[in-house]
Antibody, heavy 121, light 110 residues
């Protein structure tokens, strides 16, 4: 059974770069798309982007200029980098797997528990 | 403001049937399949329904979903106290080329 676990600093200063890692255990990273989703305090969900095991990435247009994702299949980690952060980037960040191999339709069947990130000086 | 519109709140009594709507457009619900998530307090979202009306393994058949045109709905029958939480619809949007979420509906069991 695949499990995901996010990790990274809980506090980031404004204008700096947020870096998070998601560890995949219990399964292979191939054939699926791997996503980052965030949820500001008291608010709804926002898809950040995904990467596909072939190396293809797709980012939310509203964040595209500041986002990058990468993965390391040898360690089963995939990562998120968000540059030039502001208070608006304060949120719980989740990593999640798309349900169906080779598809990206917004059906995420495996989620990490989420990691809270606060942007503050 | 979300691309998909959901009522901010819904409520029902124990055993009752409630429905939650999700309104979109031809570039999202009108062309692609709808997914629903349940988020219980303090937990990560959980996939509740996918492909318009399919339940993942382990989801009770009290939960059902449907779609018509550019709108979708989630129905919960035999409402239980543990159903209290937030519910989100999500669908691929052809304009933004990515999945979009509704603003969420907070379900209260009276």
């Amino acid at each position: 059974q695949v499990q995901l676990q996010e990790s990274g600093p809980g506090l980031v200063k404004p204008s700096e770069t947020l870096s998070l890692t998601c560890t995949v255990s219990g399964g292979s990273m191939s054939t699926y798309s791997w996503n980052w989703i965030r949820q500001p305090p008291g608010k709804g969900l926002e898809w950040i982007g995904y990467f596909y095991y072939t190396g293809k990435t797709n980012y939310n247009p509203s964040l595209k200029s500041r986002v990058s994702m990468s993965f390391d299949t040898s360690t089963n980690h995939f990562s998120l980098r968000l540059t030039s952060v502001t208070a608006a980037d304060t949120a719980v960040y989740y990593c999640a797997r798309e349900l169906t191999p080779n598809y990206a339709v917004g059906a995420f069947d495996v989620w990490g528990q989420g990691t809270p990130v606060t942007v503050s000086s | 403001q979300s691309v998909l519109t959901q009522p901010p709140s819904a409520s029902g009594t124990l055993g009752q049937r409630v429905t939650i709507s999700c309104s979109g457009s031809r570039t999202n619900i009108g062309r692609n399949t709808v997914n629903w998530y349940q988020q219980l307090p303090g937990t990560a979202p959980q996939l509740l329904m996918h492909s318009d009306n399919q339940r993942p393994a382990g989801v009770p058949d009290r939960f059902s979903a449907s779609k018509s045109g550019t709108s979708a709905s989630l129905a919960i029958s035999g409402l239980q106290s543990e159903d209290e939480g937030n519910y989100y619809c999500a669908v691929w949007d052809d304009t933004s080329q990515g999945p979009v979420f509704g603003g969420g509906t907070k379900l209260t069991v009276l």
